[in-house]
DNA sequence: CTGAAAGCGCTTACAG
DNA sequence: CTGAAAGCGCTTACAG
């Protein structure tokens, strides 16, 4: 019912051989510039479209990238899809998007799934529990099947011998830190509720390496961290707030809203939020842009070129991009 | 170097042909209970995983279903998506996700791709520019094809032969309505940023039935619609606000905020927001929950329904969900 | 310059 | 119960 229109079908309606009418369509060499012509007239006015999953047999490409995303609903991963997508639409290549929704167990299904020949390449951001885990074995035995695969964002300490692509989580507190301290904050806390995350972890070293006396509030329990944050904040205590994460973020600067208090006076804040959402609100919150497009494209841009050159045993490198701070309302 | 372990190899090294072999994998009544577990054990030894572009191409299917997003920023399609997910990652089916961001070449573009035989289905929600510009004709080509479709969220007014799920964008404002009547409010405007949209449209259509004196505030232009939105606070004719869309809804909060207005007092507001974002903000805002994850599963069960049974002359469905109104601290 | 043949890895009537 | 053959729709050495 689909492709009514096929090599053979054009071959008979030309009455020449199916392979001329492949070469012909192929720009072979070695066909004749007459016959390219009748062939490839006949084609545009039959509507012919090779069909794709023949010619991937052929080649034996699937001209498929698989991604895993752990949580589409966070804008973070929402930005770094948006930002894969970019290039790879511009590719021959297409997008197989899995949620795996932060479970191990739906992250080896999707590994699973993609090693058994259904795509030429594999983007990952590992999910939460993969990380508390500190499983990898599912991700190791890509490399046995020799298709590509790019790490991003969440980078296990221990080197699993691929590509990888992050921000410098360290260095991006270090610097909302300094941002504070010029403010002339004193009394800074980290607040966050992502403890065990990788980059949870290395956020709060980048806040350890600068405060004299670090006050960490952490919680994965949303609502543990919002009493504790509540609690923090009447203390009086504190002048200053670098959140974890946009949950924190979140919680953070709604608890010093209620508490009525004025944005960037008694107490600053800096965080990760969305950056499209937090332009529209007030107060705009003080934010660390990841620039999560950019982490897309170049994860994308990595894998892709990784696909086109097919040495298998080339090194794996490490890319780091820069974060930015966007001052906004809460610390100014 | 991907599958060296073939129905070939494995029948080679058994001494039996490539199709008994094939047979016992396939559970076949055909092949003797002891051929088959030898052949499913040497199988299961060699971990061998059938190489699905062959499955396919003899299948005639492509187990795959294609999905256009105008933009995966936008929170409401990321949950959308995320509803998609589950229900197809339970089926035999894989999604390919495109983004068209808005754009109606793009979406010819995804469109054209997905009809080339490279998806056995598609759910779309159309582009803002082809919404503006009903140009509906490169999705009803799709009907030709005899590829199923389903349509959802931005539903062209004049049928597209097609099944579409949406939600009830009229009434969902009504309800809006008499919720803030309820509170007394007498002087109820609306502000949209989506004024062409379709169901920026039916919401401002569910406002102007129950508004005596309508007062609409609509722009595309965000900035411009800030500074209205400013204007009529400022003025302080308005006691009430129903916002169309998710940036009207942070703009209006934001723009009652920076007056230094405490919520729901001197101006209630409604609208449509993130409801992860919003339940972890103060104030949190009263907003109309359109369960943009049901709209994705409604969707694609939709889909797996019609691909299941094929029947291609079946009619068209228009499925209309309902949405639920959240109270947050911005009317109570 | 054109076409017959083999093959990509599978499935499934059909013969034995 | 097993296997040889044809075919899914292409591509590409190879012969002519």
Redesign the pocket.
């Known amino acids: 019912m689909k492709?009514v229109?096929?090599?053979?079908s054009l071959?008979k309606e030309l009455?020449?051989?199916?392979?001329?009418?492949?070469?012909?369509?192929?720009d072979?060499?070695?066909?004749?510039?007459?016959?390219?012509e009748r062939v490839k007239n006949l084609a545009k006015l039959r509507g012919?479209?090779?069909?794709p999953?023949?010619?991937r047999?052929?080649?034996?490409e699937t001209m498929q990238i698989g991604v895993v995303l752990p949580n589409i609903e966070n804008p973070f991963f929402a930005s770094v899809l948006k930002g894969i997508d970019e290039l790879v639409s511009s590719s021959k290549y297409n997008i197989i998007t899995f949620l795996s929704n932060e479970s191990l167990t739906r992250e080896k299904e999707c590994l699973d799934y993609f090693s058994q020949g259904n795509v030429d390449g594999i983007l990952i951001c590992i999910a939460e529990e993969t990380n508390k885990k500190k499983t990898f074995d599912h991700i190791i035995d890509i490399k046995q099947k020799g298709i590509p695969l790019v790490l991003f964002d969440r980078i296990p300490m221990q080197p699993l011998g691929f590509d990888t692509v992050k921000v410098n989580d360290f260095d991006s507190i270090v610097r909302a830190y300094e941002h504070l301290e010029n403010q002339q904050r004193r009394n800074i806390a980290f607040v966050s509720s992502i403890p065990t995350l990788i980059v949870g972890r290395l956020r709060e070293d980048g806040y350890l390496s600068k405060a004299n006396n670090p006050i960490v509030v952490a919680h994965e329990d949303i609502n543990e961290l919002k009493r504790s944050i509540e609690e923090l904040i009447q203390e009086k205590k504190v002048d200053g707030l670098i959140a974890a994460d946009i949950n924190a973020t979140l919680l953070c600067n709604s608890m010093i809203q209620k508490q009525g208090l004025t944005p960037s006076k008694e107490i600053a804040l800096i965080g990760y939020v969305d950056a499209s959402h937090n332009d529209l609100s007030y107060p705009k919150i003080s934010y660390i842009d990841q620039h999560p497009q950019e982490i897309g494209k170049q994860t994308a841009k990595i894998l892709l070129e990784r696909l086109e050159k097919k040495e298998e045993n080339v090194s794996t490198e490490d890319f780091v991009l820069n974060t930015s701070i966007t001052i906004g309302d809460t610390s100014s």
Chains 1, 2 share one sequence.
Do not use: G, R
């Open positions: 492709n229109v096929s090599l053979k071959a009455n020449i051989s199916v392979s001329t009418v492949s070469k012909s369509l192929n072979s060499e070695e066909i004749s510039a007459q016959t390219k012919y479209a090779p069909n999953i023949a010619v047999l052929q080649k034996q």
